[in-house]
């Protein structure tokens, strides 16, 4: 390609932008022309004639639906980068696919953020630093540790991850390094692919049996929905911990509250259904629960690494390579 790109930036807030690929401008402009202003909105006679000249779409999250009406206002579009997990989430790929146009993502660097903080959670999980913290601060005194804190350590414990997904694998890896015994809940992850994670490959309710920690790694979809409901929390021995860093909807939020507030189990929340939860819920006061605003994935300056990441694809695109992201769409070619 001989000149740059037309190519507009798509998110909200604005502010994203910035970001996501300030410290890589130089390089992004060289690479494309790209349209100072961020767009929020496609309906303004300014927005409309951005998108309508637009090659290349460098979108975030907040970015308006670009479904099969949108695509048809936007003729000369050829390439949609989306600074996130998966770009369905903002475009029909169906549709796009159709039309030629090429998409791609920064799955892997968020999920590498995600991946990151989940291990970091088990490990404290492990040794109960909550706990620690709680009676530290409640008696602001000498902590004897031998009689206080015996049951703590990640020397021989089990984790439980169910899901085998992008996260889930990275997890797992990342826990080669302990001495955690690690199981996996998958059923489309083959026997030799959780061995090759240093995992070994169960059912679901022999993961949760056997557990001290469970971790939620599978994605949102219906056949997911609460599938850690009332059964399964009773499978889960006593004193385990759940974390959640996937999404809300896993698990049914009545039935843990019944078992979170009995102090059977603890549970570490990143994500809830609803998100986030009403200001009267009671799981803001358990002792045993731990709220997060949804910080596992990337944030602050791991953003960074996503806008790099989008920046590589585009040069892949303007030098007429592939996406090393490539999103395939089953039944289009």
């Not at 021989?156 to 694998?169: D, E, M, N, Y």
């Not at 989008?310 to 090393?324: H, K, L, Q, S």
């Amino acid at each position: 390609m001989n000149a740059r790109p037309r190519a507009i930036v798509a998110m909200n807030p604005p502010a994203l932008a910035e970001n996501l690929f300030g410290p890589h401008r130089a390089r992004l402009t060289a690479l494309v022309d790209v349209s100072a202003e961020v767009l929020t909105e496609f309906e303004s006679d300014h927005a409309s004639r951005l998108i309508g000249e637009a090659e290349v779409l460098l979108a975030g999250w907040g970015c308006p639906q670009v479904d099969r009406d949108m695509l048809e206002r936007m003729p000369n579009l050829r390439a949609v980068v989306f600074a996130g997990g998966t770009a369905s989430a903002v475009l029909d790929t169906v549709e796009a696919a159709r039309r030629g146009i090429v998409f791609t993502n920064a799955g892997e660097g968020n999920a590498q953020a995600v991946a990151e903080y989940t291990a970091a959670t088990i490990v404290l999980a492990g040794k109960r630093a909550r706990y620690a913290e709680q009676i530290y601060r409640e008696g602001r005194a000498f902590v004897d540790r031998e009689a206080d804190l015996l049951d703590t350590g990640n020397f021989g414990r089990t984790v439980g991850l169910v899901g085998a997904s992008r996260i889930g694998r990275r997890v797992a890896q990342l826990l080669q390094a302990t001495d955690l015994r690690v199981l996996v809940y998958d059923p489309y992850a083959s026997d030799e692919e959780i061995v090759a994670l240093g995992g070994f490959k169960v059912t679901l309710d022999a993961l949760l049996a056997a557990s001290d920690i469970v971790s939620l790694h599978a994605p949102a979809t219906p056949e997911t929905e609460h599938m850690i409901g009332a059964h399964e929390l009773a499978v889960m021995r006593d004193g385990a911990v759940l974390i959640n860093t996937a999404r809300g909807s896993l698990i049914d939020h009545d039935a843990l509250r019944t078992h979170l507030r009995a102090g059977r189990i603890d549970a570490i929340l990143d994500v809830t259904e609803p998100e986030p939860l009403a200001a009267d819920d009671e799981l803001w006061s358990l002792s045993n629960v731990t709220l997060t605003p949804h910080i596992a994935g990337a944030t602050g300056n791991e953003l960074h690494r996503l806008g790099r990441d989008v920046i590589d694809e585009i040069a892949r695109f303007v030098a007429g390579e592939a996406f090393v992201g490539f999103e395939r769409v089953p039944g289009v070619v």
